[in-house]
Each structure stands twice: as C-alpha cells, then as structure tokens.
C-alpha cells in the first residue's frame, strides 16, 4: 500500500500564493548498499512525480538517489481555481502511486 | 503467630518492599530526562511539529486500519471502540500489561489478540508497516499522558526477570544497560550523547532507520551495538525489559510519535 501525506491550509485566497506539502512512504533506495549477505540491493527511487490540478500540471519532479527515504517536497502555486490537487508517481520498480487532496479557493 | 500479627507482618514486609523499590530507583522522578531531551534541534524540530514529523505518515495510516475492516466481515477497529481520540486516551501509558497467565502484553499484542479475539483476522507480524502504524496511532492517543505501568500482582515475576536482564551484562563488550543509561547518561559517546534510555517515545521514526520502528527494534539495535545475541522480534525477554522500562520511567508523559537519530 503506497501511502502518502499531503497537507494544504484549510483554504487559500484567490491569486495568492499558496504552500503544497507532501511526503511519501518510500524507501528511496540508491542501489548502493548490499544485505546482510552481501547481495546488492537494486535500485528503487521514485522516478517521476507529478501534481495536477483539476488535469493542469503544476508540478513535474525527477527525483533520484540524491533523495532520502520518505521524499518531503514543498512547493508554491498560484490558486487559482478550487479542485483536486492529484499527485501521481512512478518509481524505478515500475510500482505506481497516487494521492489526492481537495484545495479550496475562496473570494 | 495470630491472625493479627501475620497482617502486621505482611504489611511491614510490603512497606518495606515499596521503600526498596523507591530506593532501587537509579534515575528519581524529578530527574527523569525524555530522549528527545538530548538530541540536536534539527530533531527536536521534526518531533514537535506534526506536519513535519515523518512518522505522522505512519500514525495516518494506522488511522485508516483502524476504520477499515481487516478482513470481510469483520468488525474495525472503530465499530467497538468508537472514536480513538477519546476511548484510547491514556491507554498506551499503562502498557506493557501483564495478564493473569504471566504473559507480558505490549500494544503490539493487543492489537494482535484483539484481531485473533474479535475481528478473526490474521496477527500482524512484528514491525511490519500496518502492525507499527496501528501501534503508532493507538499510542499517539496517549500522548502527553504520564507512564504508568503496573509490576505488583501478576506483573512481579516478568518485571524481575526484565530488571535481571537490564543490569546484567550482556554480548562481547560485556556491558548492562545501566552501564550506558544509568552510570553515564548525559556523557557522549562519539557523536551521541548518551541518553536515560526511556521508551516514552515509540514506535519513534529514527533516521538511521529512515522508518518507524518500536520499542523491541531500538532494544534489539542496542543490543547489536553491543555486539549481543538478539533476541527475535516480540521476545519474552525483550518484553520483559519493556514492563522494566515502563516503571524506570514511571510518570514521563508518552510522546509518540517520537523522532531519534
């Protein structure tokens, strides 16, 4: 179960800026390190993330193995118009994920 | 000996034997230090603020397991004990409980009997995401509340064999755990400054871990360092410590989620 947090103010004034929080339960691992028994472990970060808002991009991301586990990004958006906010990602296993939020635009 | 000098005597025996235990207290209460005391600010920054503490990500997810089913036709969590900010206050500072057979009982395996008991659900393994997010959740409730653990009664027998194993010592360096947590707490020990070695805070996200672990991991990674044999996840012995533990730091207010390096 891919599991995330995201975390926006209760509401967001029209054509303010507004901050976007999200973590992401992810190992992020760098495909460095070896087990106990010396095997390699492969390389498993997320590859690409995006947010969406109401299907307009607001956010594309590569992140890599520079990232530590459990990626915390925090960014800026123009709120425009209330809708989801929609985060998808994709990381080097082929494992997909997703999470939504509702951000609410008054005035 | 008559009725009435036997009471006598076994209240002198009892007064006697709480007096031991106050004295046997290496660290007194007033100076009971929480972990999160002796780490840098960087981390006492994360653990204090919810929306920047990792291991919220664990506790919100234990909140979804907690009002989902496990399995089909079960009960949740939430169907018999309602609302956990309210029915789960205070509760995860009485454990490690001890139960009328000698066993000792961590949240981990009440939630596990309870899903035997109740939901007909398979137990959860031991450190495994749900069963340390549901951990997590349930403990959070109690946050802020005082330890309170109980050892008379049932609970005599494992709280001394978790006292034996915490002063003895143990693996390759030969050293007890009082060596560390009682004799040189507040010194470092190269880069870490050697802390009381309270269990307030778990199931703690630590960074080393970059994941949330409980209270059995941090024993078993302590154990390690000292180049011990560790014991398997969920061992009686660690549990035994644990109920120690609990009494060690009677009245330190719970802070899970807790973060440590």
């Not at chain 1, 975390?7 to 992810?26: M, W």
Request: with cysteine; net charge positive.
């Amino acid at each position: 179960m891919a599991f995330a947090r995201i975390q926006l103010p209760p509401e967001a004034k029209r054509g303010e800026v507004c901050e976007v929080r999200i973590s992401i339960r992810h190992p992020m691992e760098t495909g460095y390190r070896v087990d106990d028994l010396g095997k390699q472990i492969p390389r498993n970060t997320i590859r690409d993330l995006t947010c969406k808002l109401n299907g307009t991009l607001m956010l594309r991301a590569n992140l890599g193995s520079g990232v530590s586990a459990n990626p915390y990004l925090r960014f800026f958006i123009t709120a425009a118009e209330s809708g989801d906010l929609v985060f998808e990602w994709v990381d080097d296993a082929g494992e997909r994920g997703d999470a939504k939020a509702t951000l609410r635009v008054v005035g | 000996m008559n009725r009435r000098a036997a009471r006598v005597a076994a209240a002198l025996v009892a007064a006697t034997c709480a007096v031991g235990y106050a004295q046997q207290r290496a660290i007194a209460p007033e100076a009971l230090r929480s972990g999160v005391t002796f780490a840098g600010p960087a981390v006492r920054a994360m653990q204090v603020d919810d929306a920047a503490n990792p291991a919220m990500l664990w506790v919100e997810r234990g909140e979804r397991l907690w009002r989902e089913p496990p399995v089909a036709n079960a009960k949740s969590c939430a169907a018999c004990h309602g609302d956990a900010t309210a029915s789960m206050r205070g509760v995860a500072s009485r454990f490690p409980k001890v139960a009328a057979n000698g066993a000792v009982v961590d949240v981990e395996a009440q939630i596990n009997a309870c899903r035997a008991e109740r939901q007909n659900a398979a137990p959860l393994a031991r450190e495994s995401e749900d069963l340390l997010a549901l951990t997590s959740f349930v403990a959070m409730q109690s946050r802020g509340t005082p330890t309170s653990v109980t050892i008379d009664g049932p609970a005599a027998a494992a709280f001394e064999r978790g006292r034996k194993f915490y002063y003895e010592r143990h693996g390759q360096m030969n050293l007890s755990c009082a060596q560390c947590h009682e004799q040189n707490w507040g010194k470092r020990l190269l880069a870490e400054t050697v802390s009381q070695g309270h269990g307030n805070a778990f199931p703690a996200y630590r960074l080393e871990w970059q994941a949330v672990g409980s209270l059995d991991r941090r024993l078993r990674a302590c154990l390690f360092g000292i180049r011990a044999e560790m014991p398997a996840p969920g061992a009686p012995e660690l549990l035994d410590v644990a109920l120690f533990l609990g009494w060690r730091a009677q009245g330190l207010p719970i802070e899970t989620p807790g973060v440590r390096r």
